[in-house]
Structure formats: C-alpha cells, structure tokens
C-alpha cells in the first residue's frame, strides 16, 4: 500500500523543514496528538537518530520505533518505522519531501508504504495531519 499527499504551506522550505524534521520529536505531537515520540539516540536529529514512539489512535497504545533513514535540509526526511501491533510487528516506510512554491511557499509532500497492507487506508488521518502542520507553520513568524 502506498499513499501520497501534499499541500502548500505559506513559508519557506528552511522553516518547515526545521518544523517538520529538525524538531519532528517536539513538534510531533502537536499535529497528531495521539503520538508520543522519545528520541532514545544522543544528539541532533539526523540520519541514524532511534526514536520510541507510541500511539493511541485505535484502542490500545501500539509502542514502537522509528529510525531516521534520510535527512536531505529542506529537501527530504525519512524513516523506518516498526510498530508492535497485536499482529505483530508492522513495518511502515515515512518520507516527507519539500520543494519550492508559489515564489516564498513550500510543497510538503507525505510518502507513505506500508509494505503489508494491500488496501489503501483512509487518506484523512494523513490529510489531518497536512492540515494542521500548515496551520501550526503559518502561525508562527
């Protein structure tokens, strides 16, 4: 399964990449609210960062782990995620891409595979998300 969605956030690609990579363990939560991230790796974030995470989105909290496979400024960040599901575990491929738009905008683009599922999910839990990292980014001068 795989899943790709965007939007267009009124800042520049160096300021939502600090939003969204760079801070991604502090801010996170903020636009997902039922996620708990911990980075468990000293140091900045980067290629090679362990973070624990855990989420309460569907019944019971499902704990994990998300490595930071791709850490490109402004332009790209990835990682691995493996969630301990009651089916066991669940691997799940996170890319976020960033390019410029609208002269001052940027483009954030979601890149989502999730090797074992063969349906796409609800694409509204990822649009929610957009939604509210636009909003959080453009708040703030």
């Known amino acids: 399964m795989k899943l790709v969605l965007s939007t267009v956030i009124n800042r520049p690609p160096d300021i939502v990449f600090d939003f969204f990579a760079v801070n991604h363990v502090h801010n996170h939560p903020r636009w997902d609210p039922h996620m708990e991230l911990q980075q468990v790796s000293a140091g900045p974030i980067g290629v090679g960062t362990q973070i624990q995470r855990r989420q ?60 074992a599922m063969d349906a796409s999910p609800d694409p509204s839990m990822i649009e929610n998300s957009l939604r509210r990292i636009k909003e959080l980014i453009e708040a703030t001068e």
């Open 56 to 115: 309460t989105r569907m019944g019971p909290p499902i704990d994990g782990t998300m490595e930071i496979v791709e850490f490109e400024p402004d332009r790209a960040f990835g990682a691995l995620i493996v969630d301990q599901t009651p089916n066991g575990p669940l691997e799940i491929h996170s890319r976020a891409t960033l390019e410029p738009a609208n002269g001052s905008g940027t483009k954030l683009t979601f890149h989502l595979e999730i090797p």
